[in-house]
């Protein structure tokens, strides 16, 4: 398998950023990391073994990034405005960064999204945010209500980033004709912690009309990485 080590300096954060790129054609996915991990984390838990078979056969090529979650929304020494700020930089690195790097070693316009934990909460966001450059959504373990985070504060970007409180009053057609287009795949376990905030989100993708998968397994699964390796092997891409 062809594994692929990037760094550059992403002007957006004022900071270098790192990324590993597995593969070299098929769908492309990126891979957000779980709270405060790092783009090495998907590899060494095993989640680019179990999908080994796809990316040798040229069906998927993985970037696996970095977030900035310890300067954003787990900074709690800075001002929850201050956190959105930070998070809103990362937002801009990804789409003017990552995104060109992706379309440029891949050749696709459009691209699918991933995670497990936190790490969904970033692609389900960014996948509703952007539905017209990431067109493929599957979430593992995922919890999507940003207020936790934010200490009580509120103003319209904290809105923006929190899909409990903007899908419900999303109408836009812009939007919502092309998160219909679009796949969406929620997995949770049965034990998760993070169940029922899974299955929230899928009842309110289903109020939009907006066409998914919700994944509730069975024999125990909980909210843990063995899980989300055989979930990734069977919903990715």
């Given at each position: ?9 992403a002007?957006q954060?004022?900071?270098d ?6 593969g ?5 996915f ?5 709270s405060m991990?790092?783009?090495f984390?998907y590899?060494d838990?095993g ?10 056969a ?11 979650d310890k300067?954003?929304?787990?900074a709690?020494?800075?001002h929850?405005?201050?956190r ?12 003017d960064?990552v995104?060109?790097?992706v ?5 696709a ?7 497990c934990?936190f790490g969904?909460?970033h ?5 509703l945010?952007?539905?017209?450059v ?5 979430t ?8 936790r985070?934010l200490?009580g ?5 904290a809105?923006?980033?929190?899909p409990?409180?903007f ?12 998160c219909r287009a679009?796949?969406?795949?929620l997995v ?16 309110m ?9 919700l994944?509730?397994?069975?024999h125990g ?5 063995p ?10 891409p």
């Amino acid at each position: 398998m062809t594994r692929d080590y990037v760094k550059w300096h992403a002007h957006q954060l004022q900071r270098d950023m790192e990324l590993v790129v597995f593969g070299d054609a098929g769908v492309p996915f990126i891979v957000f990391p779980t709270s405060m991990g790092a783009f090495f984390e998907y590899e060494d838990r095993g989640m680019i073994g179990a999908l080994a078979d796809k990316i040798d056969a040229g069906a998927l090529q993985v970037f696996c990034i970095s977030t900035i979650d310890k300067d954003s929304f787990y900074a709690d020494n800075l001002h929850p405005r201050q956190r959105i700020e930070r998070y809103l930089a990362w937002e801009r690195y990804l789409l003017d960064d990552v995104v060109p790097f992706v379309r440029h070693r891949n050749g696709a316009r459009t691209m699918g999204v991933t995670g497990c934990s936190f790490g969904a909460f970033h692609a389900f966001v960014m996948a509703l945010r952007h539905p017209d450059v990431f067109t493929a959504c599957v979430t593992m373990g995922g919890a999507f209500d940003l207020k936790r985070f934010l200490d009580g504060y509120h103003d319209t970007d904290a809105y923006l980033l929190s899909p409990p409180d903007f899908l419900p009053q999303l109408h836009d057609p812009w939007f919502i004709d092309r998160c219909r287009a679009n796949k969406w795949v929620l997995v949770t376990g049965e034990n998760d912690i993070c169940r029922r905030q899974t299955e929230d989100a899928a009842a309110m993708l289903a109020a939009k009309d907006i066409p998914h998968s919700l994944h509730v397994w069975g024999h125990g699964s909980h909210h843990d990485w063995p899980e989300w390796v055989k979930m990734a092997k069977a919903y990715i891409p």
